[in-house]
T-cell receptor, first 114, second 109 residues
Framework: GAVVSQHPSWVICKSGTSVKIECRSL??????MFWYRQFPKQSLMLMAT?????????EQGVEKDKFLINHASLTLSTLTVTSAHPEDSSFYIC??????????FGPGTRLTVT | GIQVEQSPPDLILQEGANSTLRCNFS?????LQWFHQNPWGQLINLFY???GTKQNGRLSATTVATERYSLLYISSSQTTDSGVYFC???????????FGEGTQLTVNP
């Protein structure tokens, strides 16, 4: 149990376009999901907390207009990178909590902006 | 916010060796998790261990909450144990996890 999926696994897009990444909890409901970003050889950095039915809470320094988060249902959260630029290239990972305190992570999405 | 420090940053072992990874944190926590990030980037839950000791096969973990540290033990290491091991904690206020910088483990055959 406690499986989190992400789609796509990897994506290449041109500078200036938008990309949507989906995060799904497959065998549990999640009122809260989290989005992280990871650069090569670095740790995970929390970008935002996604709450079902309400606006996401963004960490300091994360542009909410650039990284749009929608928690459409109890099993789906989406992250849209708008007007992507090469510096947005990174590994994006989502997580969800099937139980209080314990987080499970998706396999990640590798975004390359050319 | 809470600070999380992991040591050592890098560790190279021969297959069959044992190792201990350490995680220090600066404040009281509701949650402490250990993860293994495999070469493809997937974070695999190893332990949810805010306090006490747990064992799962060749892996075990101990958290001493009063002294603000946790240890991850890997015995009889295998090449498939290679990857990055992260410790992450959740403060008593809020639900966000704060990650340490990780320990890069390489197990050579």
């Amino acid at each position: 149990g406690a499986v989190v999926s992400q789609h796509p696994s990897w994506v290449i897009c041109k500078s200036g376009t938008s990309v949507k990444i989906e995060c799904r909890s497959l065998d549990f409901q999640a009122t809260t999901m989290f989005w992280y970003r990871q650069f090569p050889k670095q740790s995970l950095m929390l970008m935002a907390t996604s709450n079902e039915g309400s606006k996401a809470t963004y960490e300091q320094g994360v542009e909410k207009d650039k990284f749009l988060i929608n928690h459409a249902s109890l099993t789906l959260s989406t992250l849209t990178v708008t007007s992507a630029h090469p510096e947005d290239s990174s590994f994006y990972i989502c997580s969800a909590m099937p139980r209080v305190y314990e987080q499970y992570f998706g396999p990640g999405t590798r975004l390359t902006v050319t | 916010g809470i600070q999380v420090e992991q040591s050592p940053p890098d560790l190279i072992l021969q297959e069959g060796a044992n190792s201990t990874l350490r995680c220090n944190f600066s404040d009281s926590v509701n949650n402490l998790q250990w993860f293994h990030q495999n070469p493809w980037g997937q974070l695999i839950n190893l332990f949810y261990i805010p306090s006490g000791t747990k064992q799962n096969g060749r892996l075990s973990a101990t958290t001493v909450a009063t002294e603000r540290y946790s240890l991850l033990y890997i015995s009889s290491s295998q090449t498939t144990d290679s990857g990055v091991y992260f410790c992450a904690v959740q403060e008593t206020s809020g639900s966000r996890l704060t990650f340490g910088e990780g320990t890069q483990l390489t197990v050579n055959p």
